[in-house]
Structures are given as C-alpha cells and as structure tokens.
C-alpha cells in the first residue's frame, strides 16, 4: 500500500525516488499525485519525507489538486541553461534536475520511475549521472520493482474503485449478451442486425465501446471480442469483419479503465451462440472444471504460482499441452492463471511458472484466475476470468458477480 | 515522412534503431506498425533493411497485421537465459537483445526509442551497454528527435485520418453549443439541466465524452471545457462542480484521437452564453483580431517561431504581457502560437522562442494556430484554435471549419 512506500524504500535501500511523466496513463506518478492534467512533471520524493511535484506553470491548478507540495520548473532559469547546454532540452533538463537534487540535498540510491519518451529522458540521465556522480540512479526491474510491491496490496478506497469499475464491466457484459441474443438469425446462422444485414462483430465491439463510455470507463487498452479462430488466439482482439455466427465459441475479454487512467478491471466470459458443439461444450467444460477447482482450493497467503502448477496439472490430465510440458506451445493451455489488478492491468503477484516467490494472495491482493485453453487450428478457445479480492478477513471475493453460461439460448432462433 | 527514414537515419549517423513497447498508444512504434493489440515488442530496423518486429507468441498474429517481418521472443530460450540472469529479466531482456544483435550483425550507433516504463528498461540498457560496447545506445532529445523530424510532414494518408478526426471534432462541438443554448435558464442565470436543476460543467463533459465516443474518437488526453476562473488557466481542465453562468468565457479545447492509439485532431473555441461582458468581449476580439492577422501573414516555409514573435508583438501593442516581455508570467499571452499534430498531440513543427530554426511551415505540416490571453484573477480567458494543413501546392488549408462566434445566444432566453 501507499503508506508503505517509505518502509520499502528503506529494504530496498533507495534514499529518494524520482518518477517522471504525466500524472494520467503512468501508474506510479497516477498512485502518488491522483492524476489529473499535469504533463511532462518530475516527482521527487527522498526516504522519509514528503514528495514535491514540480510541474510547467500552466498545470499549477491541476497539480494542486494531488495534495503535494507543488513547484514550478519556472523557479529555475532554465532559458539560460538551455542556452548553456547549447539548446539542447535533455541536457537543460540534466542540470536543472542537478540543482534541484543539490537544493533538497539528496545524494545516494535514486530509483527511477514513470511511463516516459526513452529516448529524451535515457540522454538526460545519462548526463545527470555524470553532472552528479554522488547519485547512484537505480532502474528496477518492473515485476518486482518498488511501486509494483506498493500497488500489490490495496487499501478500501482502491478496492472500492475496482469494484466500481467491475459494477460498469458487468453491466456492459449483460447488455452485450441481451443484444446479441434478442437477434434475428439467418438461414446460414449468422447474426441479423437491425436492418437485417448480417452483424459484423466490428459493430459489437462498437455497441460496448459506447456502453462504457455512457458509463464513465474507458476501453484504454481495448477489449477482446473475438470469436473462433480468433478466439483461439489469446491476445488477438477480434475481426471486425466477422460475422457472429452460432455454434462458435466467443472470448469476450474486457478490461476497462477508469477515464484518465485509474483502475482496471479484468473480467472474461466465453460464450456460444444458440447451441455448442461437443467439441467446444467439452473444452467449456474443461475450463470450467479448472476454474472451479482453483477457486475452491485457493488459500490466504499462499504461493500464487501454486496454483498456476494446479491448472498445469488439472490440464495435462485431460491431455493439453501445458507452459510446463510444451513451453512455447500455441495450443492448450498457454499462459499463466492471473495477475494483480490495479492502476495496471498486469500487476503484482504474478502467477507465472518464473514468478519469484513472494508474489503471495495476501490481505489486499486484487487479482484475476483466468484459465484457458486454445486450440486456434480448431477455431476455437474458451477462458473464464474474474478479478478477486483478498479481504482483510482473509475470504477471496469476487468483485462483480456474472453468471458462467455458455450457450446463450437464441430468442428468436429455435434451431 | 516515413519514406524519409533511411535518408534521416543517415543524416543522423544511426546505423539502426530499436523501438520499444506497445503497439498502441507509443507514437513511434504506432508510426511503423500501425498499431494492434502487440504489447512490450521490440522493433529492430537496421539502416535501409525492413524493420523486424519481436514479440509474444499469443500476440503473433495481431503483430503480423503490422506487414512487418514478425519474430517471436520464445526463438530464444528465455527461461535459460532468466535462470543465468539470476532471474533478473532486465538482464535476461539485455542477454537476448544482445543476441539478436550479434545474429542481426548490429554495430555502431543505435537510435532508441518508445515510451515504456522507464525503470526496468533503463536496467536492461545499461546492462545491455555493457555486454555490447561496440554499440553505442544514442538516446535523442524527444523535440528533434529522428521520430519527431520524420513525422513532422505527413502523406496523404495521415491527413485523411487528421481531417476524419476533425471532422468528428467539430460535429461534436456543434452538438454541444446546440444543447447548451437549448437549455433553460434560472433567474440567477444558470443554465438548468433536462430536470430543471442546475447543469454542472461535469455533466456537459459526460455528454461530450459520449458523443465522442458514438463518434469513434476517444478523449485520450482529456479535452478542456473550463469556464470563468479556469478558462483563465490553459491547461485546467474544468471543474466537474462548476455551474454553467451565461456571460463567463468558456474554453472549450478537445483533442480526441483515434482509438487505440491514433492521430489527434486539436481545436478551441471561446464561448460567453447569452451575452459578453465589455471586459471579455474586449479580450476576445483581441485574441481574434490576433488569429486573423496571423493567418493572413503565414507563408509557406516560413520558420514557425517568427508567428510567435508576431503573435507577441500584436499583443504587446494591446498591452498584454508575452514570453517576450515576461517569461513566466501567468496572465497575458503565456504560452506558445502552436505546435505540429499527428499521432503525438504535440509533436514538430515547435513554435516556441527557443525552438530551432528548422521548423518550417513546409508542405506535409499539419500544425496547429492558437493564439489565447488569460486573466484568472478576473475569471477569463480566451484560445481559438484550428488545426492547418500545409498542402503541397503550398496552401494553407484549415482541416475542419468552424465558426468563430464568441457570444452563442440562447434560445431559451432573451435576458
């Protein structure tokens, strides 16, 4: 949590943090200031003590707004540096973040942070470690990195915006499935939409995006509606052009955002129009089967990648390829159970078979099992994924409830 | 241009270039891929050879829309090279780009680019630097920046989708002047929502990011509609609890983008419901007198920065302070005459003071002009705003008309 920053900068070792970047869509710098329209902003905070946010003048209002202690770079002269580092804005950047670091008196471990341009801010470190080589600048690596053990565990007001966020995605999931199933159907089983013209999945995926934004969330990262082949494929999000057909499976992946970068949540259902064939009823089933074994045997504090070795185990009896016995492998089983849900989409515990061993379903922890199975060739894939909370009373809670069904029942299409 | 890459890349002596990141919302990576659901690739271009994309395996075939050469990370044996690293994967990240670099013959000055999270990678480069000292990472300064140069003139293509989003800007802003002389007003001058209550600023933003939406467009970076006190401060975005008065000066700044990722469209109008007080209509003729005079005087291949120097001059004669006469002022004309649009929302031409002498007003620009004045203390502010292609016959073409009109009357209202 956030109030555990300073503790672990101290079992990291690191004297003071620097995050730079905007104050929305950049979690570590959204986690500390609360977002709004600050842009181009340095944040720096030294072990112990209170961060100062410096920002362009124009954004003082809304920099104010985080609470911190705001200064503006125009304190510094920064047209005579710029004009001694020969116009050169990464180099000016270097020497004011010099001054400022000689004012505030930091010297030591400075962990760097934010969701930034690499180029620009790699040169303009590159020369601030050399204007001040008292600094030590440490990039971490993002799994385990400070921010990512801090958001790992959520206080009530965070949980409360997920669960928020889950309310509007399950929503959105209900009307998509009423749509869809309130559809004429034609001879060859395709969709009829509105006007009777086959329904392309590109005017769904337009329906939710106008869902969510009715109601406040942002498909920031997209969403997955994707139906067999593509379904079958894990990541790929879905073809316009296709058409909703019946009898296929449909991965409906959706993980929307707060609007300015907030909190996610992250949620599928597979679906299958009308009726399911054997093949793909029986690999719902299979999926369902693991989800269900995972959630009834998951335990406080336990080893979050444990589990991902159960669904391995679950799978590989029913004679999928698994990351353990076919890593690499396209088809199967092919990605890891979960991960945390917050500011990220992916964060902190990982569940993946090289996850270091402290990602642990702690008090606080908010994070997805997802497991699924793919068979692209087969132009089907099916996964099941809710986001859960660790409660502090130790109970796993799903943030927003919504039925499994497969087969969704036509209601005007009696086969 | 991004024919232009080779012929900049030399000019630059970039023997290659590596683009981290997504695919979506990382300009570079988006310049050359196009876009997708690809996260956390990594682009490869030697100088004058085909760009190589890696990626994930579960992301092949999204990463395979690019039309680029796809490579997948799982060709190197990760969990080896983790196991070495210590189970670091910034230098398990290092160890493989260092490996691929020897397969792909990669020496000499290597360009770096993306918008990433900074810690890790930060890691893996200077580990990376380390286990390859013949290559020398060359991280530029973000506002010349080979990106920045050859992203600055567009393709036909590029203005196409520009123009489509200005298109669905300025149907927008028609929708919201339409429903905000629609309403109702309370003797207190406040307009009144569909209820008869009091219409608040954030529920006209809602209606706005809904149209938007409906649209295709998406309100990455916010949009700005302030009004009195916070029209006085350019980049605040309005505050959700203000009323709607009629005789205040309202900014209504919208810069929605493509969703995923795309171009931006960027565009202001100033409006005062009703009427004007003598005090804003004074100030917003001036801002208006400005724009014409600017856009009557630009030339092709001009530097942008002298429209600067005359936007300063005009307003100076009005008796305004300028970043000319006082740099860091925060009243008066107090920020730059423009800026180059396109899948960055500011990216080159620069029209600051300090901007180099090479950003031209050349054919394939699209930039836009807004010039603004600001008083908070006295609850003002005005920006006008149009987005300008500089065509190749040299005109300069305004991508979305609209008009000017400060004073919107209402129809409801006759004072």
Not at 87 to 103: H, P, Q, S, V, Y
Request: glycine letters at 10%; aromatic letters at 10%.
């Amino acid at each position: 949590m956030k109030s555990d920053l300073d503790i672990l900068m101290k079992s990291k070792n690191l004297d003071a943090i620097l995050v730079f970047g905007n104050a929305e869509h950049n979690p570590p710098m959204t986690y500390l200031t609360g977002g709004g329209h600050v842009s181009a902003a340095t944040l720096i905070k030294k072990r112990d003590k209170a961060a100062v946010l410096f920002c362009n003048a124009m954004e003082r209002e809304e920099a104010a707004k985080s609470g911190l202690n705001v200064r503006l770079y125009d304190e510094y002269p920064w047209q005579d540096m710029l004009e001694e580092a020969g116009g050169d804005t990464a180099k000016m950047a270097a020497m004011r973040l010099n001054r400022i670091f000689l004012e505030m008196e930091i010297s030591g471990r400075v962990g760097i942070f934010g969701h930034v341009e690499l180029g620009g801010m790699f040169a303009t470190l590159i020369f601030f470690q050399m204007l001040m080589p008292s600094v030590e600048l440490v990039g971490e690596t993002r799994e385990n990195s400070l921010f990512m053990v801090a958001m790992e565990t959520k206080d009530e007001t965070e949980v409360a915006r997920i669960r928020r966020m889950g309310k509007i995605t399950t929503e959105v999931v209900r009307l998509t499935a009423d749509y869809l199933t309130s559809c004429e159907v034609s001879s060859s089983q395709v969709l009829l939409d509105e006007n009777g013209a086959d329904l392309k999945l590109g005017a769904v995926k337009a329906k939710i995006n106008l869902w969510l934004a009715e109601r406040g969330a942002s498909p920031t990262e997209g969403f997955i509606f994707a139906i067999g082949h593509d379904a079958g494929v894990p990541h790929s999000q879905g073809n316009p052009a296709d058409l909703m057909r019946l009898g296929q499976t449909i991965v409906f992946d959706i993980y929307p955002q707060e609007q300015g970068g907030g909190y996610f949540y992250d949620f599928t259902r597979t679906w299958s129009l009308g009726y399911a064939t054997p093949e793909t009823q029986k690999l719902f089933d299979q999926v369902y089967h693991a989800y269900n074994k995972i959630v009834e045997n998951i335990d406080l504090n336990a080893n979050f990648k444990d589990y991902q070795m159960l669904t391995c185990e679950i799978f590989e009896k029913d004679g999928h390829p698994t990351p353990r016995t076919q890593p690499g492998s396209l088809q199967g089983y092919i990605h890891s159970l979960g991960h945390g849900v917050g500011l990220n989409i992916h964060e902190r515990p990982w569940s993946g078979l090289t996850a270091s061993d402290d990602n642990l379903l702690k008090p606080g922890v908010v994070m997805t099992i997802e497991p699924g199975l793919y068979y692209p060739d087969q132009g089907m894939g099916v996964r099941i994924e809710d986001t859960y909370w660790v409660r502090p009373d130790g109970v796993f809670e799903i943030l927003a409830d919504y039925p499994y069904d497969f087969v969704l029942p036509m209601k005007k299409w009696n086969g």
